[in-house]
C-alpha cells in the first residue's frame, strides 16, 4: 500500500513536470496569412496611385517650367526673377504635399500591419492555451528556434486557423 501511493505520487509528480513545447516559422506564418498579404496588396496599389499623382502632377509643373523659360527670355529680368521665385516656391509647396501624402500613407500602413501582426500573437497564445502548451517558440529568420522536430512544428495549424477567420 505504501508503496502503490508513493508510486502514484511520483507519477503525478513526473506528469506535472511534463512540458508540451511546439514552434511556428514566424516568416512562413507571415507569408502565408491572407490578411497580411491583403493589407500589403492593398497600400501596394495605394503606393502606386500616389506615384502616378507624383509623375502626373511632375509633368505638368515640368511643362510649366519650360513656358515660364520661353517667356522670361522676353521679361526684365527682376520681373523673370520674382515669377521664377514664385514657380520655384509652389514646386517646393507640392514636392512637401507629395511627401506628406507618402508619409501619412506610410504610418496607415505601419498600423495596419501592427494590428495584423498583433492578432497572430494573440492566435499563438489562444492555440497554445487551448493545446495546453507549455511554450509556442518563434523560429524563422530572426527566430529563437535554430531547431526543431518536424512534429513541433505549429506554423500550418495556426496559419489554417487564421486564414479560416480571416475568411468568416
Known sequence: MKYSILFLFVLALVSCSEQKIGYVDNVKLMDGYQEKIDVEEKYKNKLDNLNRKRDSISQVFQLEAQEFQSRAEKMAASKAQKEY?????????????????????????????DSVVQKVKEEIKAFGKSNKYTYILGGGEGGSVLYGQETDDLTEQVLKILNEKYKQ
Open 85 to 113: 521665385d514664385i514657380l520655384q516656391q509652389r514646386g517646393q509647396f507640392i514636392g512637401q504635399q507629395l511627401q506628406q501624402e507618402e508619409q501619412i500613407l506610410q504610418q496607415q500602413g505601419q498600423m495596419e500591419m
